[in-house]
């Protein structure tokens, strides 16, 4: 009897159990709406140009040279200038969290192969947009919104559609063939500019990649920026 009492005991803790993780497993699925969504009460807290300003006056491609005496890190005068762009957006990444609308319908975009060439993507995270912390003024018929938890990405939402278009534009630990690979971004008016980094034990390499392109009547172009 005493362990048939046990045995109902665990199978009872472990269907619990089951129904928690079954339930938190959709908690983190997007909430489908069969009407619109009203976002005027979301205010706009941010303003352009968003990211870090410093990328635009660089001349690319940017090489900074590893130090031959500190294994992985960079020589001390080029260490300051690529400090700074992480500190850049270290500071943007610790707004306050806002209210953000979760879209009937929601579309990655990919841009480029860097999250298709890393080791280590979080698939979750690449399409969240928990933790939003920012509310850009609109790009043509799209309220933007970025949020920031694991990565950077921006949601550009269609209010009349309920449908929501998503770029990563940033990511800072993205793992490849024995380098970390990176990517920042600046936001001017309706176009989105975006650079990536490729460091390795001897050194890092930043290139300014690609230009998004939000026409007013929500067509989104990409163009690859060659040098």
């Known amino acids: ?17 089951l129904y928690f993780a079954c339930t938190l497993s959709y908690s983190l699925e997007p909430i489908s709406f069969d009407t619109k969504i009203d976002t005027n009460h979301i205010a706009i807290n941010a303003t352009l140009p968003f990211g870090c300003a410093e990328l635009t006056t660089m001349k690319y491609p940017m090489e900074w040279e590893g130090d031959p005496k500190n294994y992985g890190h960079l020589q001390k005068r080029h260490d300051v200038q690529f400090k700074n762009i992480a500190m850049c957006f270290n500071a943007l990444h610790v707004g306050p969290l806002i209210t953000a609308p979760l879209p009937q319908k929601l579309e990655l975009i990919e841009i480029g192969d860097l999250f298709k060439n890393a080791n280590n993507v979080d698939t979750a995270m690449q399409k969240s947009i928990a933790h939003c912390r920012y509310r850009l003024p ?21 209010p009349k559609t309920n449908v929501g278009k998503l770029l990563n534009i940033f990511a800072n630990d993205l793992g490849g ?17 975006m650079y990536e980094a490729y460091c390795y034990d001897d050194g890092c390499r930043l290139d300014e990649k690609y230009k998004i392109i939000v026409d007013a009547d929500g067509t989104i172009s990409t163009q690859a920026l060659k040098k």
Do not use: P, V, W
């Not at 362990?3 to 269907?15: D, E, F, H, R, V």
């Not at 609109?138 to 269609?158: R, S, T, V, W």
């Not at 970390?180 to 500019?193: D, G, H, V």
């Open 138 to 158: 609109n790009m043509g018929i799209y309220e933007c919104y970025y949020a920031y938890q694991h990565y950077g990405n921006l949601m550009l939402f269609d």
């Open 177 to 193: 063939d024995g380098s970390t690979m990176l990517r920042y971004f600046n936001i001017a008016q309706n176009e989105i500019y």
């Open 1 to 17: 009897m005493t362990k048939l009492i046990i045995g109902i005991a665990l199978g009872l803790l472990l269907g619990t159990m």
